[in-house]
């Protein structure tokens, strides 16, 4: 069986980007999506689950380039205490991670924060996962996980994209094809670490290498070629507004053509669409 959850990221960001992911959903081409606890627009997207049901909604655990839900005293080593801020990007976070300079705790208890703050808004959370994906790696994984525990958190994202569907993504750069063929050595660890937690995860991460070049003809083909299994599709849908280009992301005129591919899209009969509460409640089951 094919199933497949259809999960936007960055929820809250803007208003472009939250209506994109109303609008998706509505149509059917979405069934989940991950709200950042703080962003310019975190507030609006809250209201959005309740009028949404059927839109399953995760915490998008930011670690890089963002604010802290705790106050920055509390993080002398993951805030910068002048600018209240993360570090601005992954490299430094990483380079800074591996270095010492960043304590477990603080990873903990700020991942426990941000998800304890869409609960408190009232939001039922079926999974995690984290901006830029930085729960790929071992030392951020496992803190994340312990947070998640705390929270009855049930399930996580698999962030690594399977070996078919990095052969149906056409056009990548030889550069970031590479990072994801090396990084996709972490996943036996990822794995053990997640199944010891006791949380439950998908197949892998589908559309990872294509992240700003999703169009059309790439969404085909990587749907055309997919197998049996559970599988997660990552997207970064939005509109590209002027508050879209205040913020720090990269992401820009790439989140329309990912609101256009997704219109467009018609998933075929034998793929069935699911959110990572169908995962978690059937975590008896491998996937």
């Known amino acids: ?17 939250n209506r994109a992911v109303v609008e998706l959903h509505q149509k059917g081409a979405l069934t989940s999506a991950t709200l950042m606890a703080i962003a310019p627009e975190t507030a609006e997207a809250v209201a959005f689950p309740r009028e949404l049901p059927n839109l399953g909604v995760g915490c998008h655990v930011v670690l890089v380039d963002g604010k802290p839900a705790l106050p920055p005293a509390q993080l002398p ?12 990007t ?5 380079r800074d991670l591996f270095l010492g300079r960043i304590r477990s705790g603080e990873i903990e208890a700020e991942a426990d924060a941000q998800i304890a703050r869409l609960q408190d808004w009232g939001l039922s959370l ?18 994340i996980l312990k947070a998640a525990a705390k929270r009855r ?16 993504t056409p056009g ?7 990072q994801v063929h090396l990084l996709n050595r972490l996943q036996p660890t990822f794995r053990e670490m997640v199944a010891k937690a006791g949380l439950s995860t998908t197949d892998g991460a589908v559309g990872v ?17 997919m197998p049996d299994g ?42 069935q669409l699911i959110q990572f509460a169908d995962i978690a409640f059937n975590a008896e089951q491998p996937v």
Do not use: C
Not at 126 to 143: C, N, Q, R
Not at 232 to 247: F, I, M, Q
């Open 1 to 17: 069986m094919k199933r497949l959850i259809v999960n936007a990221d960055d929820f809250g960001l803007t208003s472009g980007v």
């Open 77 to 88: 080593t993951l805030v910068d205490p002048v600018t209240g801020r993360f570090r601005p």
């Open 90 to 94: 992954l490299g430094i976070f990483l």
């Open 126 to 143: 079926t999974h995690l996962d984290s901006h830029k994906h930085t729960h790929i790696f071992p030392l951020v994984l496992a803190p």
């Open 153 to 168: 958190i049930k399930a996580i994202r698999n962030p690594f994209e399977p070996a078919w569907s990095l052969a149906a």
């Open 172 to 178: 990548a750069p030889f550069l970031r094809r590479l």
């Open 209 to 225: 290498l294509a992240t700003g070049t999703l169009d059309s003809a790439t969404l085909a083909s990587l749907l055309q070629a």
């Open 230 to 271: 559970s599988f997660e599709l990552v997207t970064h849908p939005g509109y590209n507004d002027s508050d879209l280009a205040n913020t720090r992301t990269r992401l820009l005129a790439s989140r329309e053509l990912e609101v256009n591919a997704l219109r467009m899209i018609t998933f075929a009969p034998d793929i």
